[in-house]
């Protein structure tokens, strides 16, 4: 099939199947005229990277996971390891985006959203990061 239908059938558009192509995450074969043949194994993989990458997998891990689902000898704690290390990384990108949000409601929060000029958003803007106090030595 073409890369028309090729991108109907997996989700994918046209240009992503192209990079992916680009970067050797598909191989589909040539006809005589150049143009692409993606074979049922192909768009199957096709697919398959469209589910890792909405899951937030980065064009590496697809790359080993992709690897890891052609391999029939494949250990499958050698996926759950790279499916845990990314759920780690969700995990702490979760617990920053907390962070963020309790910075930016206490801000909110102080705001009296009348027509006052002063507002405590762009005070707590403009402030310095605050900076971890250093210890003195004993001696100094």
Do not use: W
């Not at 990458?53 to 992709?66: N, Q």
Request: overall charge positive; proline content about 4%.
């Amino acid at each position: 099939m073409n890369i028309g239908e090729a991108a109907d059938q997996s989700g994918l558009p046209v240009k992503t199947i192209r990079y992916y192509e680009q970067i050797g995450l598909v191989r589909p074969a040539r006809e005589a005229n150049g143009y692409r043949d993606f074979r049922a194994a192909e768009v199957r993989k096709l697919a398959f990277l469209a589910r890792a990458r909405s899951l937030g997998f980065s064009i590496e891990d697809c790359r080993t996971l992709l690897s890891l689902y052609e391999d029939g000898q494949r250990a499958s704690a050698d996926v759950k390891r790279v499916a845990s290390e990314h759920l780690d990384q969700i995990s702490q990108k979760i617990a920053e985006l907390e962070t963020l949000k309790a910075s930016l409601s206490h801000l909110v929060a102080r705001c009296h959203g009348d027509e006052r000029p002063d507002c405590p958003i762009l005070a707590g803007l403009a402030e310095a990061p605050k900076q971890p106090k250093r210890r003195r030595d004993a001696g100094a």
